[in-house]
């Protein structure tokens, strides 16, 4: 089951903490092509360590692409270059033996840098906190039968709700936008029976909330969903703007009334 | 001298808990906002409770150490949650579930709990189909079930391959909208590391920020743990890199009893050890065994690829060992007999793996049936070891996933010090020495959205008890504590890393206190861990400082306590002279090999109390089994 081993340069991102001036540092390592990227940085770290140096800090979890914990920027795309996977489900047998690799934070006005390849993402839990939810008190939910869902709806629904909240959308794209994070939660409640009572109201705060935490606005690259380790489609981001849209058209129209 | 009382309410079964709720005293809803609850821990068990308790008007103060809530392991969990709803008229029943529960934990689960557990389990399903939770459906807009193992019946809700992710984000919603009251404050990026206790009752948390380094102190009435289990005492296992058990084990040292450590979960479809440098376990789903025919050579350290084996000289163990269960017989045999296997050397080129084959699958319902049914699974499986498993076998073994010990509670789920409630995983309670699939969602949520609210309140309007300042005495010894902890590790600047010293523990636990243990190795291992936690803390090395970002440290911390821990799972496993679920001793089995349960000498839980020195006093809480008789287990 040995493998050959592959000798690779690493540039990797140091910077003290959040007000300090980063810059790239090299690393030459020698790792198996059937460990994954974040176990060659532990590699790494354990040799650092075991020099009395500092290890390089940096996020992770599961290490199965479903906490949405990891990220990094390997070689200038988020969670590395092969589609639709978490950082942490990369692994060294798709990199050759001799490459140089380039690995930052996720970086965004919104995710400041707090060390090394590590990011507050916190903005995107603020956002959640501003309505991201259906109202309903325990004790008060009727039988879970009672509500028809047809398939498609409930299928269209999981899609949207499938996503890991790891900022890779907000990091690929050039203006930090994170309209598809804001949009796939939109779409998960909205499309529900049980999310309409809360739908315009919904809408309009957890937008309001994403543009004072500084992210960009959509520009329709879709460098987003081609990032998305879940593969999240902007088709949500439209249905947002569409809810967002109604919901103006609403307010607008009690106000005349 | 500490009296273990469990707290059942009396009467028939079926009506404990309803004449226990009408027992229980009451919080008037203006004085609710009087009382802080601290929750520590935001996975099911910990969100689902902090929703709850903050829909009351409890003030909450909700305790992480991610970066957000969303983030606890609960989010990994894959197939489903079990619900007794009959919703397939399959025959299936409160009294179904309960019977199930008991049995599959191996009598050695508390009867009471068990019955609670079912029988709020089709609220949870109601519950979360409320919040937005996109369970699978049928075509007619109903919702969909399927099967798991040790059941049958159809009582398993999901949601695809992902139930875990999509039940934590409706109990974060549920919490999240708390927040956005006001009546649940969230912090992050904070681990507790240690409990406060005055005139023996819990008054607080101390805690780490992970970020500035700070030690901060939190005052509250009552403190609930929902901190999950300590599969990662084995270094490696199919939990979370970050999942510990710091904060149960500190609540331990200050007084709260560990039951049952000895009962772990080692589940048998993971992807096996590639290399030095593996840092986890993946687990593939269990369902691959309705299809994959698991088998190694015949012969011992046999070199060839497995396709080059031919069928005369496979061992499909499982089929030849129990005949009637097959290649779905229960977690702990299959997981057995893959090791016994491997130790005779007839695993994987000699090593440690087994092969789980669909090409007889594919040969007969056809490849697009094989994709239909596990396309996802075979997916992830090629992502991580490069290998196609339409073409090759793929190769699985063994790895810890659950842990069904954990702090003694009553039947309130109030640990033996008052004012400290334990929840979820983290907990003992409901699974005796096996968890059945599927089930470990279904307590999590019932422990955080239905018991816990109930028994709170009883807790809070029984003892009245009093909020303490931060400024006390002994908030600040304890946070003394704390801080001459970390500077400790801070300081041995030994030769080892933390990781190094973690593995060598873990490969201890492995061998001699994971699938099968005997005297000896027990004996050996107990010496081994001792020696094992002088090396740590004479030689270990922890670079950095205690005043910003130090994830060895925090590292540190956490194998420090596993260095314990592992100490006391030997003594445990060591004392329990029978084998149960998870438990094999192999002293303790049929002359076919199967467990030997002694009802008669161990039908107790085991709860642990520290005493100085790592002596540690055992306490018995005796088990009685009125509704369900225990039998013996055989899958032959």
């Known amino acids: ?239 947002m703007n569409r809810d967002y849209l109604a919901a103006k058209l609403k307010a607008s129209k009690s106000e005349v009334a | 001298m500490i009296k273990l009382d469990s707290k059942i309410p009396s009467g028939n079964i079926s009506e404990k808990w309803t004449n226990h709720k009408f027992n229980l005293k009451l919080v008037n809803p203006a004085n609710k906002r009087k009382y802080t609850i601290i929750v520590v821990g935001t996975g099911l068990a910990g969100a689902s409770a902090s929703a709850t308790l903050g829909e009351l008007g409890y003030n909450v103060l909700t305790f992480t150490f991610h970066d957000s809530a969303r983030r606890a392991h609960s989010i990994a969990a894959q197939g489903g949650i079990n619900a007794a709803k009959n919703y397939q008229n399959d025959g299936d029943s409160i009294f179904r579930l309960f019977y199930d529960t008991i049995k599959g934990g191996d009598f050695r689960a508390r009867e009471a709990n068990v019955y609670r557990l079912a029988e709020v389990s089709g609220n949870i399903i109601d519950q979360c189909v409320s919040q937005g939770v996109p369970f699978a459906r049928e075509y007619g807009g109903l ?57 023996g009752q819990a008054k607080g948390i101390v805690v780490r920020n992970l970020i500035t380094g700070e030690i901060e102190k939190y005052s509250a009435h009552a403190v609930v743990l929902a901190t999950g289990g300590y599969s990662n005492v084995f270094f490696l296992s199919t939990n979370a890199m ?12 200050r007084g709260a009893l560990f039951a049952n450590p000895c009962f772990t979960q080692i589940h048998p479809t993971c992807l096996p050890i590639h290399g030095e440098s593996q840092s986890k376990l993946t687990l593939m789903s269990e369902s691959l065994r309705n299809d994959g025919r698991v088998w190694v050579s015949k012969f011992k350290n046999d070199m060839r690829h497995p396709n080059d084996i031919p069928e005369e000289e496979r061992d499909y163990y499982l089929e030849r060992k129990y005949p009637s269960f097959g290649n779905l017989s229960p977690r702990d045999i299959s997981s057995r007999a893959a090791k016994e296997v491997c130790d005779e050397g007839r695993g994987v080129h000699g090593g440690d793996a087994v092969y789980l084959d669909f090409r007889d699958a594919i040969k007969r319902l056809g490849k697009k ?109 304890v946070k003394n504590d704390v801080e001459d902890l970390t500077k400790r590790l801070l300081s041995i600047k030994g030769k080892r890393t933390v990781d190094d010293i973690h593995k060598q523990l873990g490969r201890i636990m492995w061998d001699k206190v994971g699938m099968s243990r005997n005297e000896k190795g027990l004996k050996e291992a107990i010496s081994q861990i001792r020696e094992l936690r002088d090396e740590f803390w004479s030689n270990v090395n922890v670079p950095g400082s205690g005043n910003d970002v130090n994830q060895t440290l925090e590292r540190a911390g956490r194998v420090a306590d596993y260095l314990e821990l592992g100490e006391l799972m030997a003594i445990d496993a060591l004392h329990r002279n029978e084998s149960c679920g998870g438990h094999f001793r192999e002293e303790y089995q049929y002359e076919d090999g199967e467990a030997k349960r002694d009802d008669e000498n161990y039908s107790y839980v085991a709860a642990w109390e520290m005493k100085d020195n790592f002596n540690w006093e055992l306490h018995k809480e005796n088990l009685t089994f009125e509704y369900v008789k225990p039998t013996v287990r055989s899958y032959k």
Not at chain 2, 150 to 166: C, L, P, W
Not at chain 2, 370 to 399: D, S
Request: proline content about 5%.
């Open chain 1, 1 to 239: 089951m040995e493998s050959k081993k592959l000798n690779l340069k690493l540039k990797i991102w140091r910077q003290k903490n959040s007000n300090s001036v980063g810059s790239f540092v090299d690393y030459n390592v020698t790792v198996s092509p059937d460990a994954s990227f974040l176990e060659m940085l532990d590699e790494l770290n354990n040799n650092l360590e075991s020099q009395g140096l500092e290890p390089i800090a940096f996020e992770s979890d599961c290490r199965e692409g479903i906490c949405g914990t990891c990220g990094l920027v390997i070689n200038g795309q988020p969670h590395g270059p092969i589609p639709r996977i978490a950082t942490c489900q990369l692994h060294m047998r798709n990199f050759k033996d001799g490459d140089t690799i380039w690995v930052e934070p996720f970086r965004a006005k919104a995710f400041p840098v707090i060390k090394d390849l590590m990011v507050d993402r916190s903005a995107f839990d603020k956002i959640l906190q501003a309505g991201g939810y259906i109202s309903s008190n325990v004790g008060g939910a009727p039988d879970a039968n009672s509500i028809l869902i047809p398939k498609e709806v409930a299928s269209e629904a999981f899609d949207a709700a499938s996503c890991i909240g790891c900022g890779a959308c907000v990091a690929a794209c050039k203006n930090a936008s994170a309209m598809l994070f804001v949009s796939a939660k939109i779409s998960h409640l909205g499309l529900l029976p049980q999310g309409q009572p809360e739908r315009y109201r919904r809408v309009e705060r957890m937008i309001k909330v994403m543009d004072e935490l500084g992210f960009g606005s959509c520009t329709n690259t879709y460098a987003c969903e081609a990032e998305c380790p879940k593969g999240i489609s902007v088709k949500f981001i439209a249905r």
């Open chain 2, 143 to 199: 919702l969909d079930n399927r099967s798991f193992g040790g059941a049958q019946v159809s009582r398993t809700f999901y949601a695809k391959g992902q139930t875990g992710q999509q039940l934590l984000l409706g109990a974060v919603a549920s919490m999240n909208r708390q927040i956005d009251l006001g009546n649940v404050k969230l912090f992050t990026r904070r681990e507790m590391l240690d409990l406060v206790v005055i005139d």
């Open chain 2, 242 to 253: 970050n999942c510990n058990a710091t904060a149960i084990w500190r609540a331990h040292k």
């Open chain 2, 369 to 477: 049936v094989i994709e239909e049914r596990y396309g996802n699974l075979f997916e992830i499986y090629q992502t991580i070891t490069g290998e196609n498993p339409y073409e090759v076998p793929m190769k699985i073994y063994p790895a810890p996933h659950y842990t069904m010990g954990g702090l003694w509670v009553d039947y309130n789920l109030m640990s033996n010090i008052p004012g400290l409630f334990v929840i979820g995983e983290a907990n003992f309670s409901d699974h005796g020495a096996n968890r059945l699939g599927a089930s470990a969602l279904m307590q999590g949520l019932a422990d955080g959205y239905f018991i816990i609210p109930y028994t709170m309140g009883d807790y809070l309007a029984s003892y009245k008890p009093s909020l303490v300042e931060t400024s006390h005495p002994e908030f600040e010894k």
